[in-house]
């Protein structure tokens, strides 16, 4: 395969995703959710696996940080800390390293993202069905058909690619999105 194939499928997966307008619309609807949770005192918890822990690690700290101007920081949380997820691995087993997380700091009304590229990630399902049983409200961000997870989330994001690599590229962006529109709900005298 020619490296322009690469651009080609990443191309047509973000035409796909900006092309349906229903996936604007709920990209905004979870920007009002969470700045409404953050302005009530919540917070996001947000977690996946490889690659993706790595985007739930980013998505969280532009938040106690800084996205693009500077601001209050907001609580949001990527359960990735290392001692927790060895310590419930060992315990309990790799499909509750999330879930675990999910009942020690998700509250009513908080928001928990769970980011799984196949959509079969077992520690994703038992974090989505653990926040829905303590009424947080669930997005999933998922790859290829949505796999198990399909269905299950308030909100969810099916990018339809093949490998882990270009759908995260895709949820990456959404993120960003949605990080953007809660500054811009919260914070509009930087924009």
Do not use: W
């Not at 490889?50 to 969280?60: K, P």
């Not at 509250?107 to 196949?118: P, V, W, Y």
């Not at 989505?128 to 290829?144: F, H, N, Q, W």
């Amino acid at each position: 395969m020619a490296l322009i194939d690469s651009y080609k499928i990443t191309l047509d997966l973000l035409k796909d995703f900006i092309e349906k307008e229903e996936k604007e619309k709920i990209t905004e609807k979870i920007s009002v959710d969470l700045a409404e949770i953050f302005k009530n005192g919540g917070k996001a918890l947000i977690a996946g696996n490889g690659g993706s822990n790595c985007d739930a690690l980013h998505f969280a700290e532009e938040f106690t940080g800084r996205f693009r101007k500077e601001r209050r920081p907001l609580p949001a949380i990527a359960i990735s800390d290392s001692s927790h997820i060895t310590c419930v691995g060992n315990d309990y087993g790799f499909d509750f390293i999330f879930s675990k997380g999910v009942e020690a700091f998700g509250n009513k009304d908080d928001l928990f993202i769970g980011i799984s590229t196949s959509g079969n990630s077992p520690n994703i399902i038992k974090a989505i069905e653990i926040a829905k049983e303590k009424g947080l409200k669930t997005v999933g961000l998922l790859g290829k058909d949505g796999g198990k997870l399909k269905g299950m989330c308030d909100y969810e994001f099916i990018i339809p690619g093949e490998t882990s690599d270009r759908i995260q590229e895709i949820h990456m962006m959404i993120l960003h999105i949605i990080i953007e529109g809660v500054e811009r709900i919260m914070f509009p005298e930087n924009y």
